[in-house]
């Protein structure tokens, strides 16, 4: 029977799969379906794609610090998807949009069941990423009491 220790990384596990797969996302989307992303798209990604190396790192070195070191390109990778949606949806007029050149942060690219877009995608891969990580660190804690 494994200990609770072991069991605090399977948050971890889903962390680090829900980046991978919304970095693979992203690349078929860019490299494959050849969809320009926009600006706020590209700085999603700086968050988002180092964040698959941070965590594997964190699992096999079984680091308890992983959150810490992951959390700030969570939270601004979050920050900037809230902000995309936000943009998307009009909530923010298009002229307080950062994408100036090439693809407007507006662009409806994909829109899968006529409510799933590229920027609903990544708020939620970072909204669940969040809750993974913030999860691993409850039960974490949860042990060491």
Same mark, same amino acid.
């Given at each position: 029977? *494994?200990? /609770? $220790?072991?069991?605090? &990384? #399977?948050? =971890?596990? =889903? +962390? ?5 797969? #919304? ?12 969809? *320009? %992303?926009?600006?706020?798209c ?7 794609? %180092? ?10 070195? $079984? ?8 959390? *700030?390109?969570?939270? @601004? ?15 923010? %007029?298009e002229?307080l #949009? ?5 693809v407007?942060? $507006?662009? $409806?690219?994909? /829109?899968? =069941?006529?409510?799933?877009?590229? *920027?609903?995608?990544? =708020? &939620? @891969? ?8 913030? +999860?691993?660190? #409850? ?7």
């Amino acid at each position: 029977m *494994p200990n /609770e $220790r072991e069991n605090t &990384f #399977s948050f =971890l596990h =889903l +962390a680090w799969l829900i980046a991978l797969v #919304s970095m693979l996302m992203s690349l078929f989307f860019g490299e494959v379906m050849k969809l *320009p %992303p926009c600006t706020l798209c590209w700085y999603q990604r700086i968050c988002l794609f %180092p964040l698959t190396v941070v965590i594997s790192v964190g699992i096999v070195l $079984r680091d308890e610090r992983v959150v810490a070191y992951a959390m *700030p390109l969570v939270l @601004a990778g979050l920050g900037f998807s809230i902000y995309h949606n936000l943009l998307y949806y009009g909530v923010i %007029p298009e002229s307080l #949009s950062p994408c100036t050149e090439g693809v407007s942060c $507006r662009t $409806r690219q994909i /829109e899968w =069941l006529g409510f799933v877009t590229i *920027p609903l995608m990544a =708020l &939620f @891969a970072f909204a669940s990423i969040l809750g993974s990580l913030v +999860a691993h660190r #409850s039960v974490q804690r949860g042990v060491g009491s």
